[in-house]
Every structure is written in C-alpha cells, then in structure tokens.
C-alpha cells in the first residue's frame, strides 16, 4: 500500500520560511518523480514543483520560482519543498504527489499517489 504523508505545515509571518516534508513507502521511490501541489480555498489545485526520480532535475511554477526549493533524499524516501520569502498568497494546502513516470510532469492527472495535505498558512 503507497502511503505518502506530508509534515512541516504551520502558520508564518509574511517573508518567514517553512520546509515541509513528504515521505513516502510503498513505492520504489527513487522510480517516481515527485511533485507539490497546493490549494487555496476556493480555487483550483495548482502545480508548484516537481523534481525527476534521480533528483538532477527540477521545475518550478513561476509563482514560487528563486523562492521554493523542492529536493529529494532517496536514502530516506522523503521529498522535500524548502520555502522561503513565504508571502500571503502561498497560504494553502500543500500535497506531494507521486509520477510512475520518472521524467517531470506538471499536470496533476499524470500523478498516481497523493498525500493527505499540510496546511500553510502566511500571515500579512
């Protein structure tokens, strides 16, 4: 059974930082490109960043790009997003999401697990 369980979510100032975390079993990880994802209320989940199965590639909204991180630890299963310079607008949740395919995919149909979500809420 693929499980994938975010921490990390919490509540921060405009310009603070967060690092959530994904980690995942059940799954050969290191196959599966991992994306996140958030949503706000009331609007659609929207692709933030994804990173290919080895890690040496990555891909960036351009809404988070210079100030999200996304990285992989394959040792440990876990893929993390390292979010800096937090602003209003990121308040959402946050999923990670697993792609059989192991080259990055931005659409969020290709994905074949999803977490659960962690909350990030950034306070004016």
């Known amino acids: 059974q693929v499980q994938l369980v975010e921490s990390g979510g919490g509540l921060v100032q405009a310009g603070g930082s967060l690092r959530l975390s994904c980690a995942a079993s059940g799954l050969p990880f290191s196959s599966y490109a991992m994306g996140w994802f958030r949503q706000a209320p009331g609007k659609e989940r929207e692709f933030v960043a994804a990173?290919?199965?080895?890690?040496?590639?990555?891909y960036y909204a351009d809404s988070v790009k210079f100030r999200f991180t996304i990285s992989r630890d394959n040792a440990k299963n876990t893929v993390y997003l390292q979010m800096n310079s937090l602003k209003p607008e990121d308040t959402a949740v946050y999923y990670c999401?697993?792609?059989?395919?192991?080259?990055?995919?931005?659409?969020?149909?290709?994905?074949?697990?999803w977490g659960q979500g962690t909350q990030v809420t950034v306070s004016s």
């Open positions: 999401a697993a792609d059989a395919a192991q080259r990055i995919r931005i659409g969020r149909h290709f994905y074949d697990y």
């Open positions: 990173i290919s199965g080895s890690g040496g590639l990555t």
